[in-house]
Nanobody, 123 residues
Framework: QVQLVESGGGLVQAGGSLRLSCAAS????????MGWFRQAPGKEREFVAA????????YYADSVKGRFTISRDNAKNTVYLQMNSLKPEDTAVYYC????????????????WGQGTQVTVSS
């Protein structure tokens, strides 16, 4: 079993940056791909970024490509999402996801989810 806890969300002005962290419990963390998803009010949860178990492969939604960077530190059981050049449309609750066997944008491939952290970008 893996538990995920996100942190690092907050309020930032457009053009600013935030770094989200996702701390995982459980010894199997490093075996699985990890991902970040987000959900804005009234919208479905959408894929943001994913990273392979080794960190050697990453995958981004077109809407964040070039602005966001996903990374992981398996020694610390932590995955990160560095978000730069933030836009008001990035406002959402951001969720960490784990347990996927491949680096995927499909949310049902992930077995474990965090509770989410709010990111609000003001214009």
């Amino acid at each position: 079993q893996v538990q995920l806890v996100e942190s690092g969300g907050g309020l930032v002005q457009a053009g600013g940056s935030l770094r989200l962290s996702c701390a995982a419990s459980g010894r199997t963390f490093s075996r699985y791909a990890m991902g970040w998803f987000r959900q804005a009010p009234g919208k479905e949860r959408e894929f943001v970024a994913a990273i392979s178990w080794s960190g050697g492969s990453t995958y981004y939604a077109d809407s964040v490509k070039g602005r966001f960077t996903i990374s992981r530190d398996n020694a610390k059981n932590t995955v990160y999402l560095q978000m730069n050049s933030l836009k008001p449309e990035d406002t959402a609750v951001y969720y960490c996801a784990g347990g996927a066997r491949v680096t995927t944008n499909y949310l049902y491939d992930y077995d474990y989810w965090g509770q989410g952290t709010q990111v609000t970008v003001s214009s």
